[in-house]
């Protein structure tokens, strides 16, 4: 059989088309639309994202152009979902939660014919200035002595003594219009043996977001009264449910009642009804309170709310002689009384005031029930 010649030609083309194959393998060819690694590129630092790869201008070596250099493109960091805030009114504090008392749901007390919490609607006005209030609205009946905090989310949260459900602290918390109500739990002290409940609630704003309830409860020998104190933490149960304070923030040996208590410019304020007298304490952490004189301006004046403002001052809503709803205004350099009675007539002395976070102010008062 004869022996077939190849052209040499023939022989050598498959190898230069394994060897273009390779060429192209070990070049790296750019993916649709990207620059050819190796090619000079500018400024240093540029960087082009083409699909799974990214192009990076790099200068590898000193006296040299930069060139491309490619690296694949690492995926995404997943952003992580954020913890929603918890609910107001979640299963944390619905244990608590009641209905808004309407007329009067449980019998007033026999022994007494003066104007208690049995017989008594709370209402609030609000208005731009404490000069321009507007039109009452009710908020709840059989509810005594309120005492209304601005948070500044806007809330607004009105602690009162619920007769209804048993003569004890409360709290109705007003968010984006709608009322919901609860009973106030303080955890390590019973605040509602029965007979001696812990009435006369008192809140404050702490600098981290805190809330501390004061209040009046005999925990002494019979005849006299203390005044105690709670913490609520940040949280679904803010304003709500509250660790008690060891010990207690003022015990004089008598009956003291209707406590008011302010923060402002890290002084702390501390009024009470000492057998129709005023006592006054003041305080530097809020927990450890001394007697003293009153500021000037004060004599003879009891006051039934203390609103910190802005620049640091009190705002007050104090009782003199027989008016009630009286504003004055200062710190413990002095007060004055800046304007006539905020309450309108048939009004019940204790009354507590608000500013919120727009400057608006709100005031919380009490009448009686028809």
């Not at 006005?125 to 002595?145: E, F, N, R």
Request: hydrophobic share 40%.
């Amino acid at each position: 059989m004869p022996r077939v010649r190849w052209p040499m030609a023939a022989l050598l083309l498959p190898a230069l088309v394994l060897l273009l194959l390779a060429g192209l393998a070990l070049s790296s060819p750019p993916a649709l639309g990207g620059p050819t690694p190796g090619k000079a590129c500018k400024p240093v630092g540029r960087t082009v994202v083409v699909g799974e790869w990214t192009y990076t201008c790099v200068k590898k070596k000193k006296g040299k152009s930069p060139v491309w250099v490619r690296t694949p493109t690492p995926a995404p960091t997943p952003t992580p979902t954020p913890t929603p805030e918890p609910p107001a009114n979640d299963e944390e504090v619905a244990s608590l939660a009641f209905a808004r008392t309407t007329g009067a749901e449980r019998p007033g007390d026999p022994t007494s014919t003066g104007a208690g919490p049995w017989a008594t609607t709370l209402r609030l006005s609000k208005g731009a200035t404490l000069g321009a209030l507007g039109t009452p609205v009710d908020v709840i009946d059989q509810a005594g002595v309120p005492s209304l905090l601005a948070l500044p989310d806007g809330r607004l949260l009105a602690y009162f003594v619920s007769w209804a459900q048993g003569n004890v602290m409360a709290v109705g918390i007003l968010d984006a219009g709608t009322w919901r109500f609860y009973r106030i739990a303080v955890s390590g002290f019973t605040i509602s043996p029965g007979g001696a409940n812990g009435v006369d609630p008192s809140a404050v704003t702490l600098p981290d977001g805190s809330i501390r309830l004061f209040w009046m409860q005999p925990t002494g020998p019979r005849g006299t009264s203390q005044i105690h104190s709670a913490t609520s933490a940040p949280g679904s149960a803010l304003g709500v449910r509250f660790a008690i304070d060891a010990g207690t923030r003022l015990d004089p040996g008598t009956m003291i009642v209707d406590p008011t208590v302010a923060l402002c410019a890290g002084q702390w304020y501390l009024w009470v009804n000492e057998s129709g007298v005023t006592t006054f304490a003041t305080s530097t952490d809020g927990l450890s309170f001394t007697e003293q004189s009153a500021p000037a301006g004060l004599d003879g004046v009891f006051p039934w709310s203390a609103t910190c403002l802005p620049d640091g001052n009190v705002q007050l809503l104090a009782s003199k002689d027989t008016a009630s709803g009286l504003p004055y205004i200062g710190d413990m350099s002095g007060f004055r009384a800046n304007g006539s009675s905020l309450l309108p007539s048939g009004a019940l002395a204790d009354a507590s005031l608000a500013q919120l976070p727009d400057g608006s102010w709100t005031l919380a008062y009490l009448t009686r029930m028809p």
